[in-house]
């Protein structure tokens, strides 16, 4: 049997306070994030992350001082792992903080994988989450492989909807106490000149937010999609999470809000969703706060990740219209 090694690739947080700054400029100076040949990225990326450092620590600080983005991820690699079995291993890819791509090539090789399956945990492509990480392990593995499959996107996977369903329908039976609640699903924003260099990510996450729609199967349901952390001073998509909360309020109804493109619970769930836009809700008077857990390792969304593995190019051009598919390397 082929040995294959499925590489997990995530974004990576901090996991010390120490390395929040560290953490930051890794972003900030990828070139999927800001554009500007070197040396400017390199002078733009210090400059950025020593500003947002103070703001990032004081994120991390509520959480105990770390991203618990690794562990999470080290869940969905475990359970994904028990579910294929010998012939395969499961190897979590960080982009901008430990273990980073080096790191998961080198175990690959060591474990003897003929074959790469390459796995991105962001249901939805974006130049700058999967496509940057997709581009990096490209050129660090080369060629290392017999054979190398991409899944570039998985938007409207079939476990990925269902899990997303089940975590929204217990809280939407919650909130139905205080009235017909308005279901957000939350994204994590992007800078408009992105999008308009044609980047899927949008049109991926109205495709998600559609089908758990269509899955809940709730009469007349009141639903709308808005995007959350934004940083710097760019136009970025909209409506933004904080516009569609005060319409929640102006329309006196409960909200339930749900992550449409984080996998897993960090920053952006457990502080800015949970405490932040919580607080935005209370003071906005809005009847009640609902927010449906992240799929993490539900056991639909994990058996989702299985199939896609077996068949990893099941999906290409079925969402994304191509664009992913053809992106450089994959
Ligand atoms: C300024 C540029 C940023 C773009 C573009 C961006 C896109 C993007 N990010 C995610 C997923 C995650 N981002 C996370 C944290 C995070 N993201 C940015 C900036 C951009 N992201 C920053 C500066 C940070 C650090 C936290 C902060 O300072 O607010 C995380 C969480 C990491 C953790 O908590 O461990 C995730 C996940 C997506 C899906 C995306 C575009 C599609
Ligand atoms: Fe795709
Ligand atoms: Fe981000």
């Not at 990225?41 to 703001?55: E, H, M, T």
Request: glycine letters at 6%; proline letters at 7%.
């Amino acid at each position: 049997m082929t040995k294959s090694a499925v590489i997990l690739f995530n974004l990576g947080g901090p996991d010390s306070l120490d390395a929040v700054k560290p953490f930051l400029f890794n972003l900030f100076n990828d070139k999927a994030i800001i554009g500007a040949p070197q040396p400017i990225r390199w002078l733009l990326a210090k400059y950025i992350s020593g500003k947002r450092a103070p703001i990032a620590r004081d994120i991390y600080g509520q959480l105990g001082g770390k991203s618990p983005l690794l562990e999470q991820t080290e869940d969905q690699a475990k359970a994904l792992q028990d579910l294929l079995g010998k012939d395969f291993k499961v190897i979590v890819a960080m982009r901008y903080w430990h273990p980073f791509a080096a790191q998961a090539l080198a175990e690959a090789k060591q474990w003897g994988a003929q074959r790469v399956i390459l796995l991105p945990l962001y249901p939805q492509f974006s130049t700058t989450t999967s496509g940057s990480s997709l581009k990096q392990w490209h050129q660090l593995a080369g060629a290392s492989f017999e054979e190398s499959l991409t899944v570039c996107c998985y938007p409207v996977q079939p476990g990925l909807i269902r899990a997303m369903a089940e975590n929204l329908r217990r809280e939407w039976d919650k909130a139905i106490a205080f009235g017909t609640p308005r279901l957000l699903f939350s994204a994590h924003g992007l800078p408009q000149s992105i999008i308009d260099k044609g980047d899927p990510y949008q049109l991926q996450v109205e495709q998600t937010a559609k089908a758990v729609v269509d899955e809940l199967g709730i009469a007349q349901l009141d639903w709308a999609i808005c995007y959350q952390s934004r940083v710097g001073p760019a136009k970025w998509i909209g409506p933004s999470t904080e516009a569609e909360l005060e319409r929640a309020s102006r329309d006196n109804v409960p909200v339930v809000v749900t992550p449409v493109a984080f996998v897993s619970e960090h920053s952006e769930t457990l502080v800015e969703l949970d405490i932040e836009y919580r607080h935005v809700a209370e003071k906005l008077g809005i009847p009640a706060y609902f927010r449906a857990p992240a799929v993490s390792s539900h056991p639909e969304f994990i058996k989702g990740l299985a199939e896609l593995v077996a068949d990893p190019t099941a999906l290409r051009g079925k969402a994304c219209g191509k664009i992913c598919c053809q992106a450089e390397g994959i």
